[in-house]
């Protein structure tokens, strides 16, 4: 005997518990099953353990994805406001951090107890520590075979997430069943990640390990003005993370490492009212002493007093700072990523309600689709919106 219900959800993510409880909320029985022993275990996970849940600035152009109008019906029919007045709802404490990102005042628990009370109030069941084996189509639905028996759903609802951290339990299932179903899914790689460094930056740059500086980053044709962070392994930060995304094989990251002026218009005065000054003691005043040091000597810059600096010489230094270019040699990968580029073929779902269009009652929604959002909570907000938009027709 197979376990009936209208929908059944695969992930209690942030998307397949918001999906879920909207799908209850409409009458339909629903249940999610996850393979994982937690619920929601990015979420807890995310913004340092406050979750960075929505962005009050978000709009389509903070999205990734082969079509990048694809997004544009989810988030409008379920916006960052709509989310934000849930979160007042229950009463949680939140905070613009910076540039429009809202995290809790306390705990990123308080947005998984959210999901789950919504869950609670709309009757849906939450099952983890099961596998799914196989899902077949038949005329009523869909067919699971799982390790907690056999389901018969209506709908089927996708919301595996994507490849990063797979100790929290990410799986290519979702791609996996995409493709199964006919859905093409665009190549995948990690996004929101740290740099690695070849070995003779590694060597110099590595002892600057911990020390964060502005910097604009900029690499095809894309730039951002956050900041960076020098690790033992390479480059972090939000400016990096979010270039990181932009970033293929190969090419070159260019940094301005000082992105709020004009270097060789302070290096010239300098020259001028303080000649017997060497360049480090005039840079110091702008930079960490460790900081200029490593970068003089990564630089291949004179440390020598302004007064000796000749001809372009000064404009040297200034490129050098605001003209940084290096070539990454890769990226810490899915280990430490926060988002999966790439995914299932957006041409392929209906944006409107996030069902695949060869095929009735299956949808996909969250990361596991190929919509990728910037730094700074975009990719919460497409999990609630997609997962909004699905919850209405599943
Ligand atoms: P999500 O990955 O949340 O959920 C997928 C679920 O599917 C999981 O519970 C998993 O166990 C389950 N699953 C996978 N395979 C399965 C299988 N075969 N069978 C059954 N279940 C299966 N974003 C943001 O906007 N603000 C932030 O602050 C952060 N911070 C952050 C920190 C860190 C460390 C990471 C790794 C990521 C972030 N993110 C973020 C990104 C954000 O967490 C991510 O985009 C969303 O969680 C995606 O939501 P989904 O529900 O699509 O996938």
Redesign the pocket.
């Given at each position: 005997m197979s376990i009936q219900r209208d929908v059944i959800v695969?992930?209690?993510?942030?998307?397949?518990l918001f999906c879920a409880a909207q799908a209850g909320k409409r009458g339909r029985k629903v249940e999610v099953?996850?393979?994982?022993k937690k619920?929601?275990?990015?979420?807890l996970?995310?913004?340092g353990g406050r979750?960075?849940?929505t962005n009050m600035y978000a709009g389509p152009e903070n999205f990734l994805s082969d079509n990048p109008h694809f997004c544009k019906s989810a988030l409008s029919q379920y916006s960052q406001w709509d989310f934000i007045g849930l979160v007042a709802e229950y009463g949680i404490a939140y905070h613009e951090k910076t540039l429009g990102q809202l995290f809790c005042d306390e705990s990123a628990k308080d947005i998984v107890n959210l999901l789950l009370s919504e869950c609670n109030n709309a009757k849906v069941k939450v099952t983890t520590h099961?596998?799914?084996i196989s899902v077949e189509k038949n005329a009523q639905g869909f067919t699971l075979h799982t390790s907690k028996g056999e389901y018969q759903c209506e709908s089927l609802v996708v919301?595996?997430?994507?490849l990063?951290?797979p100790k929290?339990?990410?799986?290519p299932?979702?791609y996996q069943l995409a493709e199964q179903f006919g859905l093409p899914v665009k190549p995948t790689r990690a996004g929101l990640v740290p740099f690695t460094l070849h070995e003779q930056d590694k060597d110099v740059l590595a002892e600057l390990s911990g020390v964060s500086v502005d910097a604009s980053a900029s690499c095809n044709n894309t730039s951002f003005n956050e900041s960076m962070l020098f690790t033992h392994r390479g480059l972090s930060g939000p400016s990096v993370l979010q270039i990181s995304s932009f970033w293929h094989g190969g090419d070159d990251v260019e940094f301005d490492l000082y992105p709020h002026g004009d270097l060789l218009e302070i290096l010239k005065s300098s020259a001028t009212k303080q000649p017997d000054a060497n360049l480090s003691t005039i840079l110091s005043q702008h930079y960490s002493k460790r900081m200029c040091s490593v970068l003089l000597a990564y630089f291949n810059l004179p440390n020598k007093p302004m007064k000796q600096f000749q001809g372009k010489q000064l404009e040297q230094v200034a490129d050098a700072f605001h003209q940084w270019r290096i070539k990454p040699n890769g990226t810490e990968g899915y280990r430490t990523a926060?988002?999966t580029l790439g995914g299932v073929d957006t041409d392929y779902l209906s944006s409107k309600t996030m069902q695949a269009k060869n095929v009735d009652g299956l949808f996909f929604?969250?990361?596991?689709v190929d919509v990728t959002?910037w730094l700074g909570?975009?990719?919460?907000?497409w999990?609630w919106s997609s997962a909004w938009v699905a919850g209405q027709h599943v």
């Open positions: 695969i992930g209690a993510g942030a998307a397949g099953l996850d393979h994982a619920v929601g275990r990015k979420i996970m995310s913004g979750c960075n849940f099961c596998d799914i919301a595996t997430g994507g990063s951290m929290l339990g990410a799986s299932f979702g926060e988002v929604i969250g990361e596991v959002g909570g975009f990719n919460f907000q999990a």
